[in-house]
T-cell receptor
């Protein structure tokens, strides 16, 4: 089963509004990452947050991590039409050896102009 | 320019034929990965390789095979044993040489869309 589960599955907002996506996971992690995918393209890394961090910022992105609730959120502020994409969380699990990540099902974000 | 290339972008095959998808990187990364993505879904790991001449099965390895003879290259063969091969295939790499073993960010190629009829 997928480790990371994003919520909501789809989100539609107006340009200028904030978009919040959530990710829950089941077992302990070393770090959690967020990726973006434009339709029909490869994924692009957005931000990485380590298990001992609670919040991280990058431009208009804000990521929080609550290890007690096994959840993370990605906030995109002042959204633009160009932010329309699918967003995935990916977890580096403590239980897995090596260098693999486990991806969630994604949130499809649509920003209407 | 550094990056990951996948070829071809679109691939069409008849059922029962094996097909090999290419993935090349010039980022000097040790680790490489193959994922499968079905419409509207997330990524599922097929195979990954942490170093040349070594690779591990992911979550859905049945019907697929890989090789890692060179650091730069990680080709994926979709065999006739794969029951539902039509999908979008993504290759990625990570972990600069000499870095700590925990995952760093993954760099993705543009993907190959395989259609089998």
């Amino acid at each position: 089963s997928q480790q990371g589960e994003e919520d909501p599955q789809a989100l539609s907002i107006q340009e200028g509004e904030n978009a919040t996506m959530n990710c829950s996971y089941k077992t302990s992690i070393n770090n959690l990452q967020w990726y973006r995918q434009n339709s029909g393209r490869g994924l692009v890394h957005l931000i990485l947050i380590r298990s001992n961090e609670r919040e991280k910022h990058s431009g208009r992105l804000r990521v929080t991590l609550d290890t007690s609730k096994k959840s993370s959120s990605l906030l995109i502020t002042a959204s633009r039409a160009a932010d329309t994409a699918s967003y995935f969380c990916a977890t580096d699990l403590k239980e897995t050896s090596g260098s693999r990540l486990t991806f969630g099902e994604g949130t499809q974000l649509t920003v209407n102009p | 320019d550094g990056g990951i290339t996948q070829s071809p972008k679109y691939l069409f095959r008849k059922e029962g034929q094996n097909v090999t998808l290419s993935c090349e990187q010039n980022l000097n990364h040790d680790a490489m990965y193959w994922y499968r993505q079905d419409p509207g879904q997330g990524l599922r790991l097929i195979y990954y390789s942490q170093i040349v001449n070594d690779f591990q099965k992911g979550d859905i390895a049945e019907g697929y095979s890989v090789s890692r003879e060179k650091k730069e290259s990680f080709p994926l063969t979709v065999t006739s044993a794969q029951k539902n091969p039509t999908a979008f295939y993504l290759c990625a790499s990570s972990m600069p040489q000499g870095g700590p073993r925990r995952p760093y960010e993954q760099y993705f190629g543009p993907g190959t869309r395989l259609t089998v009829t």
